[in-house]
């Protein structure tokens, strides 16, 4: 089962790296290039075992959905030139991700079922189940951390911390309910609820820039619309397109990136079960059939399409 764990170039005009939990990225001068590898990860840990095609699915899905929402907010991606390759504009990022909820799920769901009624300053209605909408959608920040776990956030403690002005957050607040609006509509257009997801900005000569991945299963929970409300009336588990199903199958097996616990081993049927969840979100969500790359020499396939692009 080939997959690509990781890179490690060293181009002539390289400025910088930096390994991110699933991303490889390379930085030359005020550009950069992200090589989304086939890396896992869950409870902000890295999972042993790369999962095939899960690059090319996510940077793909991320470059459909840039392009499809570059009239709502400026983005970062100027190109793809490989299937698990973007290269774009090097922006200043905030250290916050936008997090939007939609329905009362993962997260929000545990704080829920815990007794909690607030999320990040955020209301949530007495009386609801799993899996229920909300009134109208929630901005449930948390703060970018640099290793470990991000955190829970609320706008009051942004402002008031300086970690984003109040001119800059009233934007990103914008940007982010009109994204998710957006990819709401285009996820009813393929059979799917999209529940929750996160953006992130950053500056670009003062600009807000929309940055990093969007709407992809990383960043994302999709449901299948069809099937949702009788779900739901019977208290049943929804059908759904996300990582959620890696996070449930690893606290099954005792594990929820807690300091002494173990990752319970992933075998080959298992990593290929995962392989094929992400292709058929790919295919549910851009209506466009996988071509499967090549990973005969996919090493330097990467290397010669950033080189060659820098070179044009």
Avoid at 129 to 146: G, H, L, S, V, Y
Avoid at 190 to 195: A, D, K, M, Q, Y
Avoid at 268 to 296: C, H, M, N, W
Wanted: charged share 25%; glycine share 8%; proline share 5%.
């Amino acid at each position: 089962m080939q997959a690509l764990k990781q890179t490690d170039f060293q181009f002539p005009a390289q400025t910088g790296f930096y390994r991110g939990k699933v991303r490889d990225v390379y930085f030359f001068g005020n550009r950069l290039a992200v090589v989304a590898s086939d890396r896992i990860s869950a409870f902000d840990v890295v999972l042993p075992r790369a999962i095939p095609y899960k690059g090319q699915v996510l940077n793909q899905i991320a470059a459909h959905f840039l392009r499809a929402t570059a009239d709502i907010v400026p983005n970062w991606l100027e190109a793809t030139p490989h299937p698990q390759v973007s290269i774009g504009k090097r922006c200043e990022p905030f250290r916050v991700e936008m997090v939007v909820r939609g329905y009362l799920a993962g997260h929000a769901w545990r704080e829920y079922k815990a007794g909690k009624r607030t999320i990040c300053g955020e209301a949530m209605p007495e009386g609801m189940r799993e899996n229920d909408p909300f009134p109208q959608p929630i901005i449930t920040p948390t703060t970018k951390a640099e290793a470990g776990h991000d955190q829970d956030i609320s706008e009051a403690e942004i402002i008031a911390q300086g970690i984003v002005s109040p001119e800059d957050y009233a934007v990103l607040k914008k940007y982010t309910l009109a994204l998710y609006k957006r990819g709401a509509e285009m996820a009813a257009a393929r059979g799917l609820i999209l529940v929750d997801t996160k953006y992130e900005f950053g500056k670009w000569n003062g600009q807000i820039y929309l940055i990093d991945e969007v709407h992809t299963p990383d960043s994302s929970r999709y449901f299948y619309a069809e099937g949702y409300a009788e779900r739901q009336a019977k208290g049943e588990p929804q059908r759904q397109l996300s990582k959620e199903f890696v996070r449930e199958w690893l606290m099954a097996n005792g594990f929820q990136g807690k300091e002494g616990q173990q990752i319970p081993e992933m075998d080959d049927e298992r990593v290929a079960a995962i392989s094929d969840r992400y292709i058929e979100l790919f295919g549910q969500i851009t209506g466009q059939p996988f071509q499967k790359q090549d990973y005969a020499n996919i090493t330097n396939d990467i290397k010669s399409a950033i080189q060659n692009f820098l070179e044009d």
